[in-house]
């Protein structure tokens, strides 16, 4: 079974530097049918204008990814982490028992586009976390790189999470079918981050996602754009 998630459809906060569109509810914008998807909870699809950013703000009992798809976003946190991230990382904080960051567009002439990604732990209070790592755009050309998972660096380098999900990101590559096999009882979300995409059959642009579950596989083509694949418990 398939559902699609239309771009068009999500909610949207618009306030100066900041355009926001969610796909699960969040902040001002609720729901009721729109939740989070498994311990999926958030993707925010974000621009900050030129310099513009959140100020120093808490979470706790969240595992919280940043992926950015132009730009660079500059990051400060509790635990002592000032830096930055661009295109070629993937950023992870587990909030735990409280952490407080700021993020801010590192550029003062040009926006930055990122996706920011709350996945629901599978336990409560544990010690707040950062970690960024390199996952070059040029090696997630036309494959799924696995950037998250429960497992972490044990299994392949991935980021480590309190949650059974694994995040997969890809760039895609004409004349190439991605195949992702789904184990029983499993679920996906994938969402398209930029250009258009196939999957299982279904035509998907920028911003667009679809939920598959009660499939043994995810199947991935396109031209152009990067997308985002969760495989979820």
């Known amino acids: 079974m398939t559902t699609v998630r239309k771009a068009g459809e999500r909610g949207k906060t618009m306030m100066g530097w900041l355009q926001s569109w969610h796909t699960f509810s969040f902040g001002n914008y609720y729901d009721s049918k729109q939740m989070g998807f498994r311990s999926l909870r958030v993707i925010n699809d974000d621009i900050f204008g030129p310099g513009g950013g959140f100020p120093t703000h808490p979470h706790e009992d969240m595992e919280i990814i940043t992926v950015v798809l132009d730009g ?16 070629d990382e993937v950023q992870r904080m587990s909030a735990g028992t409280g952490i407080r960051h700021s993020e801010f567009n590192a550029s003062k002439a040009e926006p930055v586009h990122l996706l920011q990604i709350w996945i629901e732990p599978d336990e409560m209070g544990v010690k707040p976390a950062y970690d960024q790592k390199v996952f070059a755009a040029k090696d997630r050309i036309g494959k799924l790189v696995r950037v998250a998972g429960r497992d972490g660096t044990q299994k392949d380098g991935a ?5 059974d999900a694994d995040l997969y990101l890809s760039v895609l590559k004409p004349g190439t079918e991605l195949r992702h096999a789904l184990r029983k ?17 279904q035509e998907l642009q920028a911003g667009d996602a679809i939920a598959i579950e009660g499939e043994p596989e995810i199947t991935v083509a396109g031209d152009t754009g990067q997308v985002l694949v969760f495989d979820l418990a």
Not at 185 to 201: D, K, L, P, Q, Y
Request: aromatic share 2%.
């Open 185 to 201: 009882g499993r679920a996906a979300w994938v969402h398209i981050a930029t250009g258009e995409a196939t999957i299982n059959g």
């Open 72 to 87: 660079a976003l500059r990051h400060g946190d509790s635990l002592g982490h000032q830096q930055a991230l661009t295109t």
């Open 159 to 163: 980021l480590q999470i309190h949650q």
